[in-house]
């Protein structure tokens, strides 16, 4: 910070630039933490809708197997009803054969008939274990997910803090630079070079003559004169209550 008293003694308050430094990194660190923070949780989100896409592709699994068990359960019953529907033509049909050939079609049909079964029966079985391993498959998934559900409100609970946190660390930051900002302008207001009485520029009626010498802004980056110079009456009438206030010893 520019003293504007003395252009040649530069930062009379050193150590308020390192303190705006250490507010602005701590700022800075704040935003890069919840950054993290939203990248685990874009992560778990992901996670958390792959969960989600898995466990939907498992119930439309369980329902396309339900509705191939009912089909081929109705395939079933239509095999039986069409041997039974037929089981009386067999000897129609076999009249102008011999007595054996009609039995050993008979036996044919129940034979067909136990096949039909039994092969339906194991296909409808098999379903069915795949069913059960689905519904294994989906519990899993979902206590997948039971378990992620309280690490996502963790990190956006940890969010919210780390927000407030930072908003609170920028309200600071501002109040901290309006104030500097009030100091450098109390700073900057020209004093009276004429008589040394101290008055500032804006409080004279008439700044411009024999009993008030308002230096211009070229005078007054010039090394001043030291001689017969009253310091104390060209300071800020509240500068050294802000420097005990400021002074961090």
């Known amino acids: 910070m520019d003293n504007p008293i003395f252009p040649m003694y530069p930062q009379i308050y050193p150590y308020q630039a390192e303190r705006e430094a250490k507010l602005a990194d701590s700022v800075q660190q704040n935003g890069l933490e919840i950054a993290q923070m939203e990248g685990c949780i874009r992560d778990l989100n992901e996670d958390y809708a792959m969960l989600n896409s898995k466990n939907d592709a498992l119930e439309n699994n369980k329902e396309i197997l339900t509705a191939e068990r ?15 529907d037929n089981a009386a033509r067999f000897p129609i049909w076999m009249d102008e054969m011999r007595a054996e050939s009609v039995e050993e079609v008979i036996r044919g049909a129940r034979n067909l008939k136990r096949d039909l079964t039994n092969d339906f029966n194991n296909r409808i079985n098999s379903k069915q274990e795949q ?28 969010q ?14 501002s109040i901290e630079k309006e104030k500097n900002e ?15 009485c101290g008055c500032y520029a804006e ?5 411009v003559g024999a009993q008030h010498d308002i230096p211009s802004d070229s005078e007054e980056k010039e090394i001043p004169d030291f001689g017969n110079y009253n310091f104390r009456a060209r300071l800020p009438k509240n500068a050294k209550t802000e420097l005990n206030r400021m002074s961090p010893i």
């Open 70 to 84: 009912d089909r081929l359960q109705r395939k079933l019953e239509d095999a039986e009803r069409i041997v039974q």
């Open 182 to 196: 009030k100091i450098r302008s109390q700073m900057k207001r020209k004093v009276c070079s004429g008589c040394g």
């Open 131 to 158: 069913i059960k391993a689905n519904i294994g498959i989906q519990a899993k998934y979902d206590k997948e997910i039971e378990e992620l559900q309280p690490q996502v409100d963790r990190k956006y609970q940890e």
């Open 160 to 173: 919210r803090i780390a927000t407030s946190e930072l908003i609170e660390s920028r309200e600071e930051h």
């Open 203 to 207: 409080d004279i009626d008439d700044p």
